[in-house]
């Protein structure tokens, strides 16, 4: 050894200690997965189904009587006892129980008369189902963006505004309350009618009030995923007879059957001035749905429970934003969407799937998600994804950092836990792969 030569360097202390144990590793790096258990949804069966429910449907087949205008009178059918009850939960004075949630979005626009052709207003972050009910109303998409909370911006929607706008859709989405009082007051202002597409927020209360009342109607659906479940189906409610009675004229009561939904009194109009659209509900479903409904309320109880469990064990992690309700308990709590501003949101949602976790970049670049306005292509009359994502720049922004894990009711406190510490695991590993560290919440 000559007097250049040095002992060798030490060996250098792993970067973290907390990288000792495997349970500590990422998942992602060949550590230890959080849980192993399949995270609980209800494509892998996790629904709310009790054998109740089970036994109205069967109760329904074997009656053989499945088309929802039979001979009995209309308030013992099926599909006239969910609607009366739909009425009484929602307060409204009439409810239409028909195929799907996009039906019920695109029969109340329909309905409410906005004129073929005409621009409707819609949130850059909603499922693709309502920018599509928009065209099969004969309409085009107007979008508009959402704030960091990934609400449709009341602001942005009135910046905007073009005299081609005939309606206003405001989306309730992956839950959360948007603030439909404002919105229903810009409406007013512009004379153009607001439409609740209240479909991922069913049950969920603004200041006391359920959302799906606070616009000229309220769309629905009862889609697996929801917290009403048969498969597939929705529904629509509203206070104002004449868009009623042309709902459902328009979803399929042809020959006098339009009456059966007025017992009161005559409806307003023969039925025959409009196209049948086919779009009923059936018997089946709409048993499956009475029976569901005696548990609703308890469903939603489960659903805050969740959702508050795990927003409030992670309210102080640094490096994300949370959603924030526009009002306290302003949401169902059916997803937990977070943002990881400045970060690679990305890589988190991959990090949390390893852990065990099923989670989701809205924004991502790798998985297609049709909840990202740029990939409704059909919307554009460009294909240049640039283009398309230049219209709403920072709606762009907040589903690149967007963060969505499903919740169902089905979870246990448990599950929640997981959740929980897989977060606080990915995010302490996220903030050493941020150059900036993790940057303050609510960016
Ligand atoms: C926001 C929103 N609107 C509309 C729909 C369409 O409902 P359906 O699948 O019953 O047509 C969905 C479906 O998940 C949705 O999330």
Known sequence: MNGNDEAPAPPRPLPTARHDRP????????????RRAPWPTYDKGAVFIHPEDEEAACRAVRSHLYFRYD??????????????????????????????????????????????????????????????????????????????????????????????????????????????????RLAAEMGVPLVEDAVPALGAELHGRKLGTFGVAGAFSTQSDKALNCGEGGFLVTDDSALFARAVALSGAYEGRLRRHFPDGEPPLTGLELPLLSLRMDEIRAALLRAEMTRLPGRLRLFHRNYEHVSAA?????????????????????????????????????ALCREG???????????????????????????????????????????????????????????????????????????????????????
């Open 314 to 350: 992670l309210a102080d992690l640094p490096g994300i934003a949370i959603r924030q309700p526009v009002a306290p308990g302003a949401y169902l709590g059916e997803a937990f969407v977070f943002r990881v501003p400045g970060g690679d949101a990305g890589w988190f949602a991959r």
């Open 71 to 184: 001979h009995r009178p209309h308030q013992e059918t099926e599909c006239g006892r969910f609607e009366a009850e739909l009425c009484r939960y929602f307060g409204t004075r009439h409810a239409l129980a028909v195929s799907s949630g996009t039906a019920a979005l695109a029969l109340a626009l329909m309905a409410a008369r906005v004129p073929p052709g005409s621009l409707v207003a819609c949130p850059g972050f909603t499922f693709v189902a309502t920018p599509s009910a928009i065209v099969m109303a004969g309409c085009r998409p107007f979008l508009v963006e959402v704030d960091r909370n990934l609400r449709l911006d009341a602001d942005d929607l009135r910046r905007r505004w073009d005299p081609r706008i005939r309606a206003i859709v405001v989306v309730h989405m992956r839950g959360f309350a948007a603030d439909a009082e404002a919105l229903a």
């Open 357 to 443: 976790i099923d989670a989701r970049n809205i924004g991502s670049d790798d998985d297609v998600n049709v909840r990202a306005f740029w990939n409704w292509r059909f919307a554009y009359d460009t294909d240049d994804v640039e283009a398309i994502r230049a219209l709403l720049p920072h709606t762009t922004r907040y589903l690149r950092e967007a963060v969505d894990v499903p919740l169902s009711s089905n979870l246990t406190l448990d599950d929640c836990a997981d959740l929980v510490r897989a977060v606080r695991k990915v995010a302490a590993e996220h903030a050493g792969r941020t150059p900036a560290g993790p940057g303050p919440v609510g960016r």
């Open 23 to 34: 349970e500590d590793r990422l998942a992602l790096h060949g550590g230890t997965p959080v």
